[in-house]
């Protein structure tokens, strides 16, 4: 595996480059706002890779949750089969938002118990916790992303740089969720706090599709959606976004890649010393012991 990561980096770096020179480039310029829509192919990949890193904290959360004993693995897997069946059939009979197709839902929402199997066959016990905190890590790095270059975005547009729009409030708030979490796991040693993380991390995914559908459901400063929802694009602006979002998703990859290992050999380390510190107490303690008492004074 050591042997792919300088591929996969040399792959990662060319498409970043590619999609840069797509974006500013070769993309038609936007007709109302001119060249400062440009930096919708940062600001949109980037939203979308960060929701994709808290969904794989929010899998790998619930499988750390559920790895507790064999019933509760069965019973939470059963759950999200039932769960992703009712939503896929339920696609088809109730009214959605103009623009969405009953099939695309249903694909999506059956992606997500096959995701949870994915998961837990590729990570299972600790490994779950160190996926869980390595994708909030750079999930939070990228939703920062979207949090700045939001209002850069907004100032020339807008002509402010921020308003408690719902999409934009509900952003800020996950990003305080998820970092929230990430306190908690740097300062607290307790032996529950990552359970307790998990368990903060299911509750700031509920709010992961509330930032999504905001703009679907509620009247907003924010743009609606250009993809489904009635919205449309040009066809070449769609590539260069969709490039971008592969490079992004390449990169969060990446970064996730090294920052897992970093994590486990960090773990790894910190048990071996415990581990040493122990033993090394033992010894003392048995050789404290084979010591004969001397006599005291006559």
Not at 8 to 17: G, H, N, Y
Not at 102 to 113: C, E, G, K
Not at 236 to 258: P, T
Request: with cysteine; hydrophobic share 55%; aromatic share 14%.
């Amino acid at each position: 595996m050591k042997r792919l990561f300088p591929i996969f980096s040399v792959i990662t770096v060319l498409l970043l480059a590619y999609g840069f020179y797509e974006a500013i480039w070769v993309a038609p310029t936007e007709r109302t706002m001119g060249d400062v829509q440009r930096i919708f192919y940062y600001h949109v990949p980037s939203a979308w890779t960060a929701f994709l890193l808290f969904f794989i904290n929010f899998l790998a959360s619930v499988q750390f949750l559920a790895s507790a004993t064999p019933t509760t693995r069965r019973a939470v897997a059963w759950t999200f089969d039932i769960l992703g069946a009712i939503g896929a059939i339920a696609a088809f009979y109730i009214p959605l938002p103009a623009g969405m197709e009953p099939s695309a839902v249903a694909t999506t929402v059956l992606m997500i118990p096959l995701s949870y199997y994915i998961v837990g066959k590729f990570f299972d016990g600790p490994a779950l916790d160190i996926l869980a905190v390595t994708a909030a890590e750079v999930g939070v790095v990228f939703c920062t992303i979207v949090l700045v270059t939001g209002p850069i975005w907004a100032r020339p547009v807008w002509g402010i740089w921020w308003t408690w729009d719902l999409r934009l409030t509900t952003t800020l708030v996950l990003w305080l969720i998820y970092v929230s979490y990430l306190v908690l796991r740097r300062f607290s040693d307790s032996a529950q706090t990552p359970k307790l993380a998990a368990v903060l991390a299911v509750f700031g995914a509920l709010d992961v599709p509330l930032v999504y559908f905001s703009i679907w459901f509620f009247r907003t400063q924010h743009p609606q959606p250009v993809i489904g929802g009635g919205g449309s694009i040009d066809p070449r602006m769609m590539h260069v976004l969709l490039i971008n979002w592969l490079a992004f998703s390449c990169l969060a990859g990446m970064v996730c890649w090294a920052r897992y290992n970093l994590e486990k050999m960090k773990r790894d380390i910190d048990e071996a010393l415990a581990l040493e510190s122990l033993m090394g107490t033992d010894s003392a303690t048995q050789a404290k012991a084979q010591i004969p008492l001397g006599r005291g004074p006559a």
